[in-house]
């Protein structure tokens, strides 16, 4: 990592993302699905629109409003699972998850925020103080060295924001709407295959 | 508030002192804290005379006959003494009653007074530019007793608009209002607004959260019944909030919440209340805390609140004008562009950069600001945004906090440039 971490978390590909959204708009429901996810703590907001067709994600609209994080996030998530099975999603959601140091618990956790059921510290004048901390990213290194930065492409550019604990909860908006999404399609298509 | 020219200048410096954190850093390095408005620092003097209370004076309060037991009851009753003068309460002993906080204060005249006075159609007026602590309990009231709220707007120039406020709270039974917003750092005309209220029959409650850290405060001059204030913002521990309230208000009123302390007997069948102000102070009270504020309402005593606030004046205004001088037509203001009727509070937009992307800059020069909606959710919504970034200044704050403010805010414009 960089020595400044303000440089790491602001990359060029990221604040890029920010000015140039990718995958911008929306989708008529049906056929596609659409997920909204939303941060009470600082009031960030995305909504994925998802079109699947035989396992494939054939498109992906993204809406919301929000820091750089959270929008960049979604841009590049957006980019990423584009064309790919509903299988290779879920595999770049937990690439994207080791990245940002999250245990599968972790990830719970702060889905029930997003979804604005949480029942702690929603109305908090903190920007986003509760949640994660630095004890329970201790192994932040060791989870990020399992990940293959080079195949992330520029998913990898998010890796800073592991430095800055309380915008992981910005980064990984979008993609607990996408799980969620995914889910959604897996329930709706009754695919055989899909169960584990 | 007195003329300014009785006031004399703060040397803040010698100030700074006092804070520990202000003086010798966070993790040694300095920093610029810009959040008061959120909560204040703390001098020594307070930390030292709560550590003094636990080591040497604590026992439970009410309760023992040992001189122990004895000195704590003196400490925990010149506390109310000491918060009812700062307020200019007529009758401390029997009006002031201590709380967690500023909320709790709002939330015992909400369930105490409101869910026993108001009934379905009884009218609640609150403002546009309150936070949720002097909201959503009227609210709640709203939801669970078809109470009927009427809402005084803001206007464009982030002033409250009074030009209806004769019909608003015509028939109304309860006014409530922020005396200042920590959003905006407006200082709403409250005499006025009282006047009003009163003249319809209703009774009126001051949310002083913001302004009675920051300047002289005195309830006779306001025309409230209710102010509700926290020891965390002015000073003070936080766990402690004041409410004052006119005693035959108070005596009127059945308990909040139950619990030893604040009844006279218990039977089965029933229970005989204990009389005020011990009647809404359920179980033990936060008498360190209490103690605490005493050392703390000494400090600003000491420093004159006409000097505290004329000082938040003019480094208000110095700040202001420095944004404007340096960004120019990049920097949005979202208060009142004048000094008069205004806190040392400002929430600011630099270009189109997001408040947590700003707040996030600045912690890179530790520059403390706060980035979110500040729990105010409406007015949030009237301002047509989701968050604000806002810098707040206390009594430990000079030019040079201002001049770091913009330095890295300079770095954040040309970040998101």
């Known amino acids: 990592m960089s020595t400044s971490g303000l440089e790491d978390l602001y990359r060029e590909i990221i604040l890029d993302h920010y000015r140039n959204p990718r995958n911008r708009g929306s989708m008529d429901v049906p056929p596609s699905q659409r997920i909204e996810a939303y941060n009470p703590l600082c009031g960030d907001e995305v909504v994925v629109y998802l079109l699947e067709n035989n396992g494939v994600l054939e498109d992906i609209k993204i809406e919301g409003q929000g820091c750089s994080i959270s929008q960049s996030s979604a841009s590049l998530m957006s980019a990423a699972v584009k064309g790919k099975t509903t299988e290779e999603a879920r595999k770049i959601i937990s690439d994207f998850k080791k990245l940002m140091s999250i245990h599968e618990s972790r990830m719970e956790d702060t889905k029930d925020i997003d979804s604005g059921n949480a029942n702690n510290s929603v109305d908090s004048d903190d920007t986003a103080a509760d949640g994660i901390n630095e004890n329970e990213i201790g192994s932040a290194d060791d989870a990020q060295m399992d990940v293959d930065l080079d195949a992330m492409g520029e998913l990898a550019a998010l890796q800073g924001v592991v430095r800055f604990p309380v915008r992981i909860k910005c980064a990984i908006l979008a993609w607990n709407a996408l799980a969620e999404g995914l889910d959604e399609i897996e329930v709706s298509a009754d695919h055989p295959g899909t169960s584990k | 508030m007195k003329d300014a020219t009785t006031t004399t200048q703060l040397d803040v410096e010698a100030i700074k002192q006092d804070f520990p954190l202000l003086s010798k850093g966070f993790h040694g390095e300095s920093i610029v804290y810009l959040d008061s408005a959120a909560s204040s620092q703390r001098p020594t003097c307070v930390i030292d005379t709560m550590s003094g209370y636990y080591n040497y004076s604590h026992a439970n ?357």
Not at chain 2, 236 to 261: E, N, Q, R
Not at chain 2, 368 to 390: E, F
Request: hydrophobic fraction near 45%; charged fraction near 20%; include cysteine.
């Open chain 2, 61 to 417: 309060v009410h309760r023992g006959v040992y001189k122990l037991a004895e000195e704590a009851d003196r400490l925990y009753e010149n506390a109310r003494m000491a918060a009812g003068r700062f307020i200019g309460a007529p009758d401390p002993a029997r009006e002031i009653v201590f709380t967690k906080n500023a909320t709790e204060a709002i939330n015992l005249i909400a369930y105490s007074w409101g869910m026993h006075r108001l009934h379905e159609g009884d009218v609640v007026v609150v403002t546009e530019i309150d936070h949720h602590a002097n909201l959503v309990p009227w609210i709640m009231l709203h939801e669970a007793r078809g109470v009927e709220l009427r809402v005084i707007p803001m206007r464009d120039d982030y002033l409250l608009d009074l030009d209806n406020l004769e019909e608003t709270v015509d028939g109304a039974k309860l006014v409530a209002c922020t005396l200042m917003s920590n959003v905006l750092g407006t200082i709403p005309p409250f005499r006025k607004i009282a006047d009003a209220a009163h003249n319809a029959g209703a009774i009126v409650v001051a949310d002083g959260a913001q302004l009675v850290p920051h300047a002289h405060v005195d309830v006779q001059e306001l025309g409230c019944d209710f102010l509700a204030f926290s020891g965390h913002k002015m000073l003070g521990p936080t766990g402690i909030g004041v409410l004052w309230g006119k005693a035959d208000l108070l005596d009127s009123m059945p308990p909040f919440m139950g619990g030893g302390g604040m009844i006279l007997d218990v039977k089965f069948e029933g229970i005989v209340p204990a009389e005020i102000p011990t009647r809404f102070e359920a179980g033990t009270p936060p008498i360190a805390e209490a103690v605490g504020l005493t050392a703390a309402i000494e400090y600003l005593d000491k420093i004159g609140m006409d000097n505290i606030i004329r000082h938040d004046t003019e480094l208000t205004a110095y700040t202001i004008e420095s944004l404007k001088e340096t960004f120019g037509g990049d920097i949005t203001i979202m208060g009142p562009d004048t000094t008069e009727n205004r806190g040392g509070v400002i929430s600011l937009a630099l270009k189109d950069i997001h408040p947590h992307d700003l707040a996030q800059v600045l912690d890179e020069s530790n520059v403390c600001i706060r980035a979110g909606h500040h729990c105010a959710k409406p007015l949030m919504r009237r301002l047509g945004t989701s968050a604000t970034a806002r810098a707040s200044f206390y009594l430990y704050n000079d030019t040079s906090d201002t001049d770091r403010l913009i330095e890295a805010l300079a770095k954040a414009a040309s970040i998101f440039g």
